[in-house]
């Protein structure tokens, strides 16, 4: 087998040292009836060309984004992402090393950890940010039970443009904590009354900007009202890329902000993995889930870095811990970084505005289409049509000629009741050609 | 000595020390300032055309001030980064015995086959009837860790290894709740040898932890599960192999223990890759385990991510997965996403967006396609193997503290045979480095003093199994032989000598600031 080094006379010869003369004396501790005499029941060892041409019919059966016009969002994003990120993150030193234990020999690691940190902190305007969770649905979860620690109430209120999926995580996590999750009615034109949910039971409100349904929300006067009752407002962005045009949240008030970053460097993959990005004002760091990067000096006096505070985490506090989380997001953290290292300030805001543009022009465009219309004001590079008859049907019609058209909103939350409603996303990778497939196909499906 | 161009061949006596260099780098170990020292507001390295004019939407909350990143063109990106990752270490540079992580080796096809445009550029949410191979897929997978843990399901969405002990332990809290013994049972055991997210995960979702003791031998004895067994009891969470390295005996005692007093068994599975091919959980009695598949089934660490934690279940737990899940319907895979789908199944929610970690599956099912089920099971002979050659070549010098049991895929040593060396288990690690190894997990398990848990994997030849014993033997002599100063102040040789970890925590700087203008001193 072309992994494993050791050869039959190794294996005799290192019995030999260890003083057994089966390999089955190591496994004495297992029952003898529970020890398998036999391989289990699956296919045996298979070569490299092999592998490459089963998992290759497999691939061969799904539609890649980029083989046609995709205009699909709703919390994940089709970005060109350079050839640099993907060539960087290969290389052993950083795709196989380990959680920078041991920080001498773990700089490399520790030092884009520590760039990643800045620059979700400058992006989100907050004060600290850590080295990410899992994605940015389970870093809201994780940003709601912060929140009940640091208030000491245990109450969230949901706006209705939080991502149904996101709503859930919370829900999900609340539910089996004991605390109380109030969600408001989707608001798929963002004229939701939050402010009157919340009350001096409430530890946190939770506000997506752009919301699901893709509507740029001003989080000023939720903030306001959430901080005069002693609330925190935790806000939640699910396309990074939007921090480059519009006001960051941290701007807004935002105590915590929490997002995905799949985004920047980060393929689809089919849901993950992706990267979940935690920012939150220095005064909360004590309560952060997750591990901080942090600057210090060696024994000569020159500048390194470390994981620090970790008396807040599993390792060392246990039950006690912020979260139970020790595996994070790294390699997707280094994608993030190194992309978001070539963009640049100046790369980012024009990428930004790229997409804005993209998805002004689809708008318009599908706005023309007769019974259709888009509805919101105010958006970054996604927006939610209204069409005549069920949005599922319209989706996979599309599908059928060749057109991945968007999210069905009634995939997401089916018992909303918004059955005519899709959510389209447009992004750089969009052409002219793709926008008129798009107008055409929907014009011949309706 | 001189060659015939006059050249000496030979270094002279001095040492790199005695020359510190003008640029502070050393040869190919090379300095490197942070991003943020070095880059620039106005720089890119991504050619992108400013659009056409037009009337932006944005309901006037545009950003108004700068964001303060910075950039860098494409060569100096790549030589940032490049010079970054000199400065780590990862298992392709060398051994990384890191015992409970499971450094195994990487395959680069598992690599290949991820980067597939079919598998790493399909959305989440596209319509299923275009991601059909997608999950076929994750349901092949899924099959291969039912049939290799002997369970009847799996919940595949969990993000990492914690995050599936967090899926498990909610669908055993889902049990209870249906039982209508949620108010009563809330007690979750947890032995103190456990990993910290054990006692970490059960807290998150409102159970009190209670330890287990360990015997004198390392392992939990069912006589102590028992005494603590009551109509509180929601479940025990039990490594297995345990992270002392042995294979807890009474296992199937423990499980039929807990069953009959109506509580679960959790099994952390971090350490399945000892017994992939050996024994099945599900044969063991576990209700639940989750799978590491970046320890078992090779998706590379990343530094510290991405994992990936499906959660195996028992028929007693299976009713309780959480969304969303396959279901296959002849040949059509449907993917059930809200609970008006689910059918039997009681799904107790959701516990992340989307499918889970799709990029890993494909790297695992990769890694066990290549081995299949007979090199899975010689995976897990060999990495058992190196463990106790490891320990047959040290246990003369090291101390065991449980010699009793043979050790399974790690050896553990304690550091009782440092008594009065003057050297701590913090300074051996050090000085491992400077030795050209990646050290051993240090201090953990807890139970153990100053613990030394050393995990070779069998991906490692016998030679470099030799070559690690010889300097490990070294070392130790050296450290009783008194020769402390090799270790208290180690690492010598790595890109950074000892970190000031205490500095860190007690005035964290956790981001880059821009420096502040020195000021006047007439002010």
């Given amino acids: ?446 | 000595m001189l060659n015939n161009q006059g050249r000496p061949t030979a270094a002279g006596e001095a040492t790199g020390t005695a020359h510190p260099t003008f640029t502070g780098n050393q040869a190919l170990q090379v300095e490197e300032a942070l991003l943020f020292e070095i880059g620039r507001a106005d720089c890119t390295g991504v050619d992108l055309d400013e659009p056409a004019p037009f009337s932006p939407r944005l309901g006037g909350l545009e950003r108004k001030a700068p964001i303060g990143l910075v950039g860098l063109s494409e060569p100096e990106t790549m030589r940032h980064f490049v010079r970054l990752s000199q400065k780590n270490y990862g298992i392709d540079t060398g051994l990384f015995p890191l015992g409970s992580c499971t450094m195994k080796h990487n395959p680069r096809l598992n690599e290949k086959m991820a980067r597939l445009p079919g598998f790493s550029d399909i959305h989440p949410l596209q319509p299923q009837s275009t991601v059909q191979g997608a999950l076929e897929l994750i349901d092949q997978l899924a099959h291969w860790l039912m049939v290799l843990t002997g369970t009847s399901a799996v919940a595949m969405s969990p993000k990492a290894g914690a995050h599936g002990e967090l899926a498990g332990m909610m669908a055993i809290k889902a049990a209870i709740d249906a039982k209508g013994e949620g108010a009563v049972r809330n007690v979750v055991l947890v032995p103190e040898s456990a990993h910290g997210t054990n006692p970490a995960t059960a807290a998150l979702i409102g159970f009190v932890v209670k330890p287990v003791p360990a015997r004198a031998d390392g392992t939990v004895h069912v006589d102590d599960v028992t005494a603590l067994l009551g109509p509180d009891v929601a479940a025990i969470m039990l490594t297995n192999p345990n992270t002392c390295g042995i294979f807890e005996p009474q296992i199937v005692e423990i499980a039929k223990a807990m069953h009959e007093a109506g509580a679960y068994f959790y099994c952390d599975g971090a350490n399945f890759n000892a017994i992939v091919g050996k024994a099945r959980p599900g044969d063991l009695g576990i209700d639940a385990m989750h799978i590491n598949l970046h320890k078992t089934f090779s998706t590379p660490h990343g530094g510290g991510g991405p994992g990936a934690g499906p959660v195996v279940l028992s028929d007693r737990l299976a009713r309780f997965a959480p969304l969303p899940f396959i279901r296959k319907d002849g040949s059509h895979y449907a993917l059930v996403e809200t609970p008006d789908q689910a059918g039997d199944v009681q799904a107790f929610g959701r516990v992340t967006a989307f499918h889970g970690q799709m990029g890993m599956y494909v790297r695992a099912l990769s890694y066990m396609l290549s081995h299949g089920s007979d090199g899975m099971k010689q995976a897990s002979e060999d990495a058992v193997l190196n463990a106790n050659y490891i320990r047959a070549g040290l246990q003369d010098l090291m101390s065991l503290p449980f010699p009793d049991h043979p050790s399974m895929h790690e050896a553990l040593f304690d550091d009782s045979w440092l008594k009065d060396t003057g050297v701590t288990t913090l300074d051996f690690a050090k000085a491992m480095i400077d030795e050209g190894y990646h050290p051993m997990t240090m201090y953990f398990p807890l139970v153990v003093h100053g613990a030394m848990l050393i995990e070779p994997t069998e991906s490692e030849s016998r030679a470099s199994l030799d070559l690690f014993i010889m300097t490990l033997r070294d070392l130790a002599m050296r450290a009783k032989r008194g020769e402390t100063e090799r270790f208290s102040a180690a690492p010598y040789h790595a890109p950074r000598r000892r970190l000031d970890e205490t500095r860190a925590a007690r005035n964290p700087i956790l981001r880059w600031t821009p420096p502040q203008p020195i000021q006047q001193a007439a002010e």
């Fill in chain 1, 1 to 446: 087998m072309r992994y494993l080094p050791l050869s039959d006379a190794d294996r005799t010869a290192m019995l030999a040292r260890i003083g057994v003369t089966d390999i089955d004396a190591l496994f004495a501790d297992i029952p003898a009836d529970k020890l398998l005499k036999a391989p289990v029941d699956l296919p045996r060892r298979k070569g490299e060309l092999e592998v490459e041409r089963q998992l290759g019919r497999l691939a061969a059966k799904n539609v890649s984004a980029s083989s046609v016009p995709f205009f699909v969002g709703a919390g994940a994003y089709k970005h060109h992402v350079p050839a640099t990120v993907d060539h960087l993150i290969q290389r052993s030193e950083f795709l196989t090393s380990y959680t920078p234990y041991q920080p001498e020999i773990a700089q490399g690691t520790l030092q884009y950890l520590f760039e990643f940190q800045t620059q979700v902190a400058l992006l989100t305007g907050m004060e600290v940010a850590n080295a990410s969770m899992y994605d940015g649905s389970t870093g809201t979860g994780e940003a709601v039970l912060m929140a009940h620690r640091v208030t000491k109430r245990r109450k969230a209120v949901l706006s209705g443009g939080l991502h149904p999926h996101y709503a859930e995580v919370v829900r999900t996590l609340s539910h089996m904590a004991g605390d109380t999750v109030v969600t408001a009615p989707a608001s798929p034109l963002a004229d939701e009354d939050l402010i009157a949910r919340i009350d001096g039971e409430t530890s946190c409100v939770v506000v997506q900007n752009p919301d699901v349904f893709g509507n740029i929300r001003d989080l000023r006067p939720i903030a306001a009202a959430a901080q005069a009752k002693g609330a925190l407002l935790i806000a939640v962005f699910t396309e990074a890329v939007s921090l480059g045009l519009i006001e960051s949240p941290g701007a807004m008030g935002a105590d915590i902000v929490v997002g995905e970053g799949q985004s920047i460097g980060n393929a689809l993959n089919f849901g993950g993995p992706y990267v979940g990005l935690f920012a939150a004002k220095q005064k909360y760091v004590r309560q952060m889930p997750g591990r901080l990067c942090g600057e210090t000096v060696d024994a000569e006096g020159q500048r390194g870095f470390v994981l620090t505070l970790s008396t807040r985490e599993q390792h060392i506090r246990r039950d006690k811990a912020t979260s139970n989380i020790c595996t994070n997001s790294g390699l997707c953290c280094l994608a993030f970084t190194i992309h978001m290292t070539l963009l640049g300030e100046a790369g980012l805001k024009r990428l930004a505005r790229i997409n804005h543009a993209n998805a002004v022009k689809l708008a318009d465009a599908l706005a023309g289409v007769k019974g259709v219309s888009v509805l919101n004001k105010a958006f970054f590079n996604e927006f939610t049509l209204r069409v005549p008859g069920k949005a599922a049907d319209v989706v996979e019609k599309l599908a059928g000629k060749g057109v991945l058209g968007g999210v069905p909103y009634s995939r997401l939350a089916p018992e909303a009741g918004l059955d005519d409603l899709i959510l389209v996303a447009s992004t750089e990778v969009n052409s002219d050609d793709d926008r008129a497939a798009f107008v055409a196909a929907l014009k011949e499906v309706l």
